[in-house]
Antibody
Framework: QVQLQESGPGLVKPSETLSLTCTVS????????WSWIRQPAGKGLEWIGR???????NYNPSLKSRVTMSVDTSKNQFSLKLTSVTAADTAFYYC???????????????????WGQGTLVTVSS | DIQMTQSPSSLSASVGDRVTITCRAR??????LNWYQQKPGKAPKLLIY???SLQSGVPSRISGSGSGTDFTLTISSLQPEDFATYYC?????????FGQGTKVEIK
């Protein structure tokens, strides 16, 4: 089955850029939306944005000015860059596939499955 | 953004209890609503999609219902492995948004 694995530095300095990569195994990255979701320790989930394998993106307006996502289909990977980080960006970062299924009459449903195990990124000098 | 509000934020229950968690959307999301379970130190796991469809492998004691703005996740007979935090999430529009979570603890 499809598995996702996040990778990247666990410590980033304030004002610098957070960079993470998600590697997809057990299946093709093609023809899906791929999302990044974060969770500060002990808090709730925040959707950062998503990228389609064509390169089309949707970002959360709250982070849009600082976020860039990219995809490398040859490596079955997609990536997140978050610039000008502060302590508020300290969180567990998850990658996830957004599945989409047609229910008829023009109705599509989407959900996140599977998720990566998550990686903790701490912003500190 | 579509705000999602869960209630209660936490609850204490015993094994065998029936547990109900509510999720309310600020506007109609029809039935574009998913539920996830998260255990400490783990990623969220999909339980229910499209408001009431049970994900493969999820036990049938877990069910979802609702439409429009009000949704419910029910565990008919709570088992030890069900103690966790539960999140609802709307997929009606972007940005995708989650409820704040409901922590189910052992009484």
């Amino acid at each position: 089955q499809v598995q996702l694995q996040e990778s990247g530095p666990g410590l980033v300095k304030p004002s610098e850029t957070l960079s993470l990569t998600c590697t997809v195994s057990g299946g093709s990255i093609s023809s899906y939306y791929w999302s990044w979701i974060r969770q500060p320790a002990g808090k709730g989930l925040e959707w950062i944005g998503r990228i389609y394998t064509s390169g089309s993106t949707n970002y959360n307006p709250s982070l849009k000015s600082r976020v860039t996502m990219s995809v490398d289909t040859s490596k079955n990977q997609f990536s997140l860059k978050l610039t000008s980080v502060t302590a508020a960006d300290t969180a567990f970062y998850y990658c996830a596939r957004e599945l989409k299924e047609y229910y008829g009459s023009g109705v599509w449903h989407n959900w996140f499955d599977p998720w990566g195990q998550g990686t903790l990124v701490t912003v500190s000098s | 953004d579509i705000q999602m509000t869960q209630s209660p934020s936490s609850l204490s229950a015993s094994v065998g209890d029936r547990v109900t968690i509510t999720c309310r959307a600020r506007q109609s999301i029809i039935n574009h609503l998913n539920w996830y379970q998260q255990k400490p130190g783990k990623a969220p796991k999909l339980l229910i999609y499209a408001a009431s469809s049970l994900q493969s492998g999820v036990p049938s004691r877990i069910s979802g219902s609702g439409s429009g703005t009000d949704f419910t996740l029910t565990i008919s007979s709570l088992q030890p492995e069900d103690f966790a935090t539960y999140y609802c999430q709307q997929s009606y529009s972007t940005p995708r948004t989650f409820g704040q979570g409901t922590k189910v603890e052992i009484k």
